[in-house]
Nanobody, 122 residues
Framework: VQLQASGGGLVQAGGSLRLSCAAS????????MGWFRQAPGKEREFVAV?????????NAGSVKGRFTISRDNNAKNTVYLQMNSLKPEDTAVYYC???????????????WGQGTQVTVSS
């Protein structure tokens, strides 16, 4: 599976961004898809994950109510992360990942995109 993340950028606090992650190479709908982020000097942390049919979705406590993960299993083979009410502490490189089981642990995902930078100014 090849994953291509996009949509990052610079935004003011309180603003919104939508990240996209396009998948190719294997049947996208078979995978659990997740978003993670890594700020400078910090470990990669879980943001959101959902199952192959989008039926189960989990968000990290720090983004609950602000970020929404969704996916299109049809022609677009894409997973999205809608980020609203952004805060400076959301600044990080955001990565999408694909795996075979529902988990929030980065090491348990098999495939990773290249990352997209999100910077939130105060």
């Amino acid at each position: 599976v090849q994953l291509q993340a996009s949509g990052g950028g610079l935004v003011q606090a309180g603003g919104s961004l939508r990240l996209s992650c396009a998948a190719s190479g294997r049947t996208f709908s078979n995978f659990v898809m997740g978003w993670f982020r890594q700020a400078p000097g910090k470990e990669r942390e879980f943001v959101a994950v959902n199952t192959w049919n989008g039926g189960s979705t989990y968000n990290a406590g720090s983004v609950k109510g602000r970020f929404t993960i969704s996916r299109d299993n049809n022609a677009k083979n894409t997973v999205y992360l809608q980020m609203n009410s952004l805060k400076p502490e959301d600044t990080a490189v955001y990565y999408c990942a694909a795996g075979g089981r529902l988990t929030t642990t980065p090491n348990e995902f098999d495939y990773w995109g290249q990352g997209t930078q999100v910077t939130v100014s105060s």
